[in-house]
């Protein structure tokens, strides 16, 4: 904050050689710790524990903040995805530890490369074209 120069930012326990204004930074939307859930949708234990449901129509549910993660991973698209995995100096071990998931658990895909079956990785996929990275 307050500066006259662009620091390049920490990332991932390591100085950056970018510039965060020259980054293509990946989306953060979607990212709640917190979820309204109408009546329709509550479980009878929600009910019996948010009673004011029957007033608000509803209740606010609160998640951890790996849950959150989890939630948001699983519905941004694999695009925005690769964005955090293209981040400068990435590491999949410290973002496991902050956020929980795990980078490299499923991320194989299976392709057919004259006729025989090969596996892998999602982000060599998209970056050679064999999947859309969106």
Same mark, same amino acid.
């Given at each position: 904050?307050?500066?006259?120069? =662009?620091?390049?930012? %920490?990332? $991932?326990? !390591?100085?950056?050689? @970018?510039?965060?204004?020259?980054?293509? %930074?990946?989306?953060?939307? +979607?990212f709640?710790?917190?979820?309204? /859930?109408?009546?329709?949708?509550?479980?009878?234990? #929600?009910? !019996?524990e948010?009673?004011?449901?029957?007033? =608000?129509?509803? $209740?606010? *549910? *609160?998640?951890?903040?790996? #849950?959150?993660?989890? /939630?948001?991973?699983? &519905?941004? =698209?694999?695009?925005?995805? &690769?964005? $955090?995995?293209?981040?400068?100096? $990435?590491?999949?071990? @410290?973002? *496991?530890? /902050?956020? +929980?998931?795990?980078?490299?658990?499923?991320?194989?895909?299976t @392709?057919?490369?004259? +006729? *025989?079956?090969?596996? @892998?990785?999602? !982000?060599?996929?998209?970056?050679?074209?064999?999947?859309?990275?969106?």
């Open positions: 904050m307050f500066n006259i120069i =662009t620091p390049k930012p %920490l990332m $991932f326990n !390591k100085q950056s050689d @970018i510039a965060l204004s020259d980054m293509d %930074l990946p989306s953060f939307d +979607g709640n710790v917190s979820y309204w /859930i109408p009546e329709e949708n509550m479980t009878e234990q #929600e009910k !019996k948010n009673p004011t449901y029957k007033t =608000t129509g509803g $209740f606010t *549910k *609160k998640v951890e903040y790996k #849950e959150a993660w989890a /939630i948001f991973w699983r &519905q941004t =698209t694999e695009g925005n995805k &690769q964005k $955090f995995l293209n981040l400068p100096n $990435f590491d999949a071990a @410290i973002f *496991k530890e /902050i956020t +929980g998931i795990d980078v490299e658990e499923n991320d194989d895909v @392709i057919t490369v004259e +006729g *025989k079956e090969k596996v @892998i990785s999602r !982000k060599s996929a998209i970056s050679l074209g064999l999947l859309d990275g969106k």
